[in-house]
């Protein structure tokens, strides 16, 4: 299946990166629309950009270019004494493990570019041959669309897959089109076409006390915050009432901006998010507290039909879209440049289970008096668990039996907690053909596949936190478009290493939530609001958006671009969407499902001719 050629239309956001070759200049990308062209020294085009935000920083130093690309507070002058340092391109590295905030960093040395995102997922680079010539972009459907590369229906049915596990979902969705793994960099050699990776960034040893360890990620947040709000004018914060959100806005008060705080109530009357939102906001006498009734929230499944925003791969993240956007207008209106979220707090301020698959051999009397806490809290019985704990398969071994499980019901709490992660499942609506393939990828891609860290549960981290950034990715994309663009602090390198590095025995317990980052916020949020033990669920929301939406969902299995592709059977998924109450519902998810098809959808929609 071919994608249309496509150029970056009004709003989008994107940037290239073109090699100091002549052919570069036949497939620099949508220069005409450029908001910043940087060049070589040889005037030939290096960086061409559309950001509607403006977050760039470019320096240069005779022929040595050097530009930091999205939040990040370095200056033009700082950055331009880095780019005079310069003799390699391995030389950026010390820059890329020092600098708070979350952007893309890409340089110019000797006629070698380099170019990378972070190590945490949220910012991506990708690459593709054009014309002879290798372009670098951040977006995979800008670099297709200049290639007139094809979609591939494999990488279509492999999104499908829930969970995606490592590595597939670091395939792009288009055939001729690579990426870059967050943990490396890109080099493209001055010839303009070879390439190679090599490795910037290592996980920290998880090593420090939590009193050591929850100074240093108070520290860290406290600098990602404040990289947002130093430009100062206004800015907006969720202020759920949960602990992640409201350690933002507490710390965005202290900074230069004027804040505003955000809160949607939620429809079931025991979520008491709301009332503990209007405590913190309480202690904040400096900060608009602003809020809607719940009524007015769209709910789960809403306005799927209507998207249209290009994103360059398919996420489950457009459930909650429309609900994620509908109070930015309201907020921009109040004068906000910026949306700041807790988003990410539930995956760096907490850790997984896991742990104690590691833990166990290590200090065993300690780890079952922990695993006796978590049976308690799970309502699991110990065979599960002794399993789990027993199984010593290497990652690709694991990875390679999921293959044949595909079809299995999803598995136990006990399992997944404790495993390398949550085995992949594909439903009864997804077609053998679709499962075939799947299957193919997984197993094309076991033999080589190593995990993103040693011991089961840093693994498990990691992956936890980049499968989350690439959903918040896509909903940074499509708040930037619209012109409020959102931001996650918690999703920042230097505030995930600083919680990484702490002992995982301080990080997770069953007798105490997020332990290193109440340690952290002491003495900055507010102590009656550290104290909270409840965590709202959104059952009844899901539920409701279910029932609400159900035509909308049957409308979009009437003429549906999977079924065309011969990846669902839209007649079973016709079915549910009338029954939106079947137990069948209750052990499977829609989400992959509904996120590829309204990706396919939006993609055929937002591509014009280039």
Known sequence: MSAPNRTPGHGEVGFAVLPDCEGALAVAPFRGAADL??????????????????????????????????????????LTLEAERLRDVADVDRLARRLPGSFHLVASVDGRLRAQGSASGMRLVFHAVVAGVTVVADRADLLAGLAGAELDEQQVAVRLLFPVPHPLADTPMWRGV????????LVVEPDGVRTRQSRWWHPPEPSRSIADGAVRAGQALAEAVDARTRPGGVVSCDLSGGLDSTSVCFLAARGNAEVIAFTWPGLDDADDDFAWARRAAAHLPGVVHDSLPAERSPLVYAGLRDIDDAVDEPTIGVMDQARLSAHLPRLAAKGARLHLTGIGGDHVAWCSDAYHHTLLRR??????????????????????????????????????DAADDLRSPMADVATTGLGWGMPPRLFPWVTDEAVDLARGALLAAAPDARPLAPTRGLHADLEQIRSSNRIIRHWEQITASAGLPITSPFMDDRVIEAFLSVRPEDRVTPWSYKPVLKEAMRGVVADECLERTTKAQSALDDAEGLREHRGDLLALWEDSRLADLGLVDARQLRALAVRPSTPDLSRATLYTTIGCEVWLRALARSTTPA
């Open 37 to 78: 062209i940087v060049t070589h020294a040889s005037g030939r085009p290096w960086l061409v950009a559309r950001r509607p935000g403006g977050e760039i920083t470019a320096a240069e130093a005779g022929p040595t270019r050097l530009a930091v690309i999205g939040c990040c507070p370095v200056t033009a002058a700082e």
């Open 363 to 400: 200090r065993p009397l300690f780890a079952l008096g922990r695993l006796r806490g978590y049976r308690s809290l799970w309502h699991s019985p110990w065979m599960p668990m002794i399993r789990a704990l027993a199984d010593n398969r290497p990652y690709h071994a694991w990875l390679a």
């Open 178 to 185: 690579r990426s870059v793994a967050p943990e490396d960099y």
